[in-house]
């Protein structure tokens, strides 16, 4: 059988990716664009400064995504593209270059859900055995989805409020680290013991769900009160408190869940899956209470935002036969 590469793209937030997968598991280049740099300055992304940085980057990205895979439009198999959930503004700048070279060159269009994307990450370190459930942890999202099958996603939890990498950007700021803040406080919590012991959110209520902006009040509160006693707090212990309590609940809901559902696999992805803390305690629950349950964890590079997961998760919507038109627009509030 003859090889199927797909061309996808990936603008939903702060990142213009451009990808070539092969098979919808082999990366033939990847290009990252990220303008982490631009929204700095304002604490977070600003998504009018966000499409103009997807406008300048896009076709870059495409020339250079062809050019690393050693590929011309000719050998493509179709074009995959994030049309949702994300920022409005963002989408419409992959979808509108992913119809664009589409329609140029007489290829199929796939439409791609960003979190199947996330999911799908964690199809370059092993193959899917279904049923399976993904624990998808992100900037904007916290949900945990069964797949009953291939091309089935059914949420069965999803946070309340704030998503848990929202809250990790939000007690950042507050210790003064620059946005995204997930990466270092995950690093001084490794230095650091949980001496304050914040709210753990419905850890307890046999509900799917998540809540996090009572933990990230807490966290808020001890640390202004502490201000004005002039009193300064470790702030590795800080990290490793807040950490604490983000991790007991997201793995103790995902134990909860696996009670619930019987699944062959476990997926874990999504930008906050590259948490160190998080990676060990799913690894050391697992093992101890769900060993027969195989465990995915997306690897480290493809846990933020790219364009390759939305290539692999492209490619099965495309054997599956998932065809969008010119007419395709950009959905931002896209559930599953
Ligand atoms: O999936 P992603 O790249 O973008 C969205 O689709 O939202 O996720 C970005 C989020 C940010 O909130 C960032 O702070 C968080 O992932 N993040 C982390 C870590 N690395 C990135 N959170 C906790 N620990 C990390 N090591
Ligand atoms: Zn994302």
């Known amino acids: 059988t003859e090889d199927k590469?797909?061309?996808?793209?990936?603008?939903?937030?702060?990142?213009?990716?451009?990808?070539?997968?092969?098979n919808g598991t082999e990366i033939l280049s990847?290009?990252?664009?990220?303008?982490i740099a631009s929204h700095q300055r304002f604490g977070g992304v600003v998504p009018e400064v966000a499409s103009r940085h997807h406008i300048e980057w896009v076709t870059r990205c495409i020339h250079e995504a062809l050019d690393e895979a050693q590929v011309s439009y000719d050998d493509l198999a179709g074009v995959?593209?994030?049309?949702?959930?994300?920022?409005v503004g963002s989408l419409l700048i992959g979808v509108t270059a992913a119809k664009t070279v589409a329609w140029a060159h007489h290829l199929p269009l796939i439409p791609v859900n960003h979190m199947a994307g996330h999911i799908y990450a964690a199809r370059f370190v092993g193959d899917f055995v279904f049923p399976q459930m993904a624990l998808l942890v992100s900037g904007g999202h916290t949900e945990l989805v069964y797949m009953p099958k291939e091309h089935e996603y059914q949420i069965i939890g999803e946070t309340r409020d704030d998503a848990a990498g929202e809250a990790?950007?939000?007690?950042?700021?507050?210790?003064?680290?620059?946005?995204?803040?997930?990466?270092?406080?995950?690093?001084?919590?490794?230095?650091?013991?949980?001496?304050?012991?914040?709210?753990?959110?419905?850890?307890?209520?046999?509900?799917?769900?998540?809540?996090?902006?009572?933990?990230?009040s807490a966290f808020i509160n001890t640390c202004h009160n502490a201000d004005q006693r002039g009193e300064k707090l470790n702030k590795n212990d800080l990290a490793a408190s807040f950490q604490q309590s983000v991790v007991d609940v997201l793995a103790e809901k995902t134990m909860t869940a696996l009670d619930q559902y019987s699944v062959k696999q476990l997926i874990l992805a999504g930008g906050v899956a590259a948490n160190h803390g998080l990676r060990d305690r799913l690894n050391h629950d697992m093992a101890r209470y769900y060993p027969q349950v195989?465990?995915?964890?997306?690897?480290?590079?493809?846990?933020?935002?790219?364009?390759?997961?939305?290539?692999?998760?492209?490619?099965?919507?495309?054997?599956?036969g998932d065809r969008a038109g010119l007419d395709l627009n950009a959905v931002p509030g896209l559930s599953f």
């Open 30 to 35: 990847n290009i990252v664009a990220t303008q």
């Open 294 to 320: 195989k465990m995915l964890q997306a690897p480290l590079k493809y846990c933020g935002d790219n364009a390759a997961m939305i290539g692999a998760a492209g490619y099965i919507n495309y054997l599956h």
């Open 80 to 87: 995959a593209v994030t049309y949702g959930p994300g920022l």
């Open 168 to 216: 990790y950007d939000k007690i950042g700021r507050v210790m003064g680290v620059n946005y995204p803040a997930g990466k270092t406080v995950d690093e001084w919590a490794h230095q650091g013991k949980d001496t304050f012991h914040f709210p753990r959110a419905m850890e307890n209520e046999d509900n799917l769900d998540f809540s996090f902006s009572g933990l990230k």
């Open 5 to 22: 590469l797909i061309l996808a793209f990936e603008s939903s937030c702060d990142e213009t990716s451009v990808a070539v997968i092969k």
